[in-house]
């Protein structure tokens, strides 16, 4: 299950894509992003530093969902 969290403390966001994996590495992509690298090789998640510049107001945004194939779209809104 895809997750997408926010910490308003510090305001850091984070994408997980997959389930917990015993161990990741974090490759720093830039100085408001880093990607974590599950140990099998596949991408488990996304940490978004200064999440606000990153992606939006979080309190007040509405996540899109998209299927490229059906072009079928879903919107969530973020409490």
Known sequence: MMELTYDPRYNIAYLR????????????????VNLD???D?????????NANEQIG?????????????SGKRVVVSLP
Request: charged fraction near 25%.
């Open 17 to 32: 894509l997959k389930e917990a994996s015993s161990s990741v590495e974090t490759i720093k992509i830039s100085d408001a």
């Open 37 to 39: 690298i599950a140990s």
């Open 41 to 49: 090789g596949t991408l488990y998640g996304i940490e978004f530093l």
């Open 57 to 69: 107001r979080l309190q007040e945004v509405e996540l899109a969902l998209k299927n490229e194939a």
